[in-house]
């Protein structure tokens, strides 16, 4: 019974049909003939469709937009795109540049997108300006190569930074009345690693630096001589380039924001007399030892000591200089300038709420030209002294702004000094 029904409701719609169609049309060409019928749609539905269409192409709002662009910002899209890029941009702030308006974007990429065990490489691009005169432009990041058998780390960037300026040891820093000048720099660094074992990378270091240190002499103390107090007889503007070997043992996870694991570098820079405009052959050694534990699911613990050691005829811009954006951040950059230093800073990590972490810190430095009997007749009084370590505290805020990686804001606390920084990705 319940078939005979169904066939007569399909009969139905069937003869509802034929007799909404057109009459046939026929068309005769040479020895073809075409006959056809149609059906028409009726209003309502034609008008639903279209209404359909319509919602389907409507494009969102900017704000919209905008929310949905940094939403899917930290989802990881490398083994889909050649590259994963995401630009932000607004004011910003560092004791050393005062307020800025900048730019900045991460990129998140793979050079074989078939490895799914070495982490991404990573590359961020920034730039920012103000009305004080101060400008920077530039890029760096860490490639690694298939397998993660090769590592390419590079920075290049070009400024122009009005700045403060103490001179040089750790009593000119904290005593001395400061003076300003205009820093102009063009920076290229890059350094090529092969693993040679597991975790363990050999390369070299390239190194190009040009300072120009200008309007100096607008400020200077009454009583007070430019050239032999400040600057101890040494030029305004120098250049060079330096050739080095580098060892690093490196079992991080992720290189900008590392979870777990070791990193220690070691490396040894000559700048050759030639290929500079120092008038001497000047040597640099270096050495990074840190570490990440998680300490729970959402915490993690980071640690960091570093060293810098300069050859004796090192001039002012090419030093040592405490402070910035990565260690001893409290501090302004260059306040305490010397041939050495020695810095060790220890930082909590811990996320919050979904994207936004914090993070608090603390860290110890100084600055110096020799050790004791090392020292010679002019830096007896710069030599290394414990009551010179300077000490820092600090918090801060963090938003992942791509896959493990953050944009981070800081506040440092140190002696006589305190620090605000807006940068991107973690300081160590």
Known sequence: MRRFWLVCIALVCRVGLLSAQQPAQTFVRENDTLTYTYVPLEASLVEQQMLLEADSTKRPGFFKRLINYFAEANEDRTFEKKIDFTFIGGPSYSSDTKFSIGVMGAGLYRTDRTDSLTPPSDVTLFGSASITGFYVLGIRGNTLFKHDKNRLI???SFASRPL??????YEDGARKPHIDYTEKLTRVEATYLHRAA??????ADLRFHYVNGKNFDRHVPEG????ADYLYGMRREYLSTGL???AQYDTRDFAPNAYKGVYIKA???ILPKGLGSVGATLWKVDFTVSGYQRLWSTGVLAMEAHGEFNSRTTPWPFMARMGGDFRMRSYYEGRYTDLNMLTAQVELRQRIWRRISCAVWGAAGTVFSGIGPYADEWMNERSFSWSHILPEVGVGVRWEFKKRVNIRFDFGMGRDSNGFIVQINEAF
């Open 267 to 269: 490396g040894a820079m």
């Open 164 to 169: 403060d300026y103490w001179g040089i040891g």
């Open 244 to 246: 080095g070997l580098v």
């Open 224 to 227: 007070m001589s430019l050239d």
């Open 198 to 203: 597991k975790g363990f990378y050999v390369g």
């Open 154 to 156: 590079y920075r290049v």
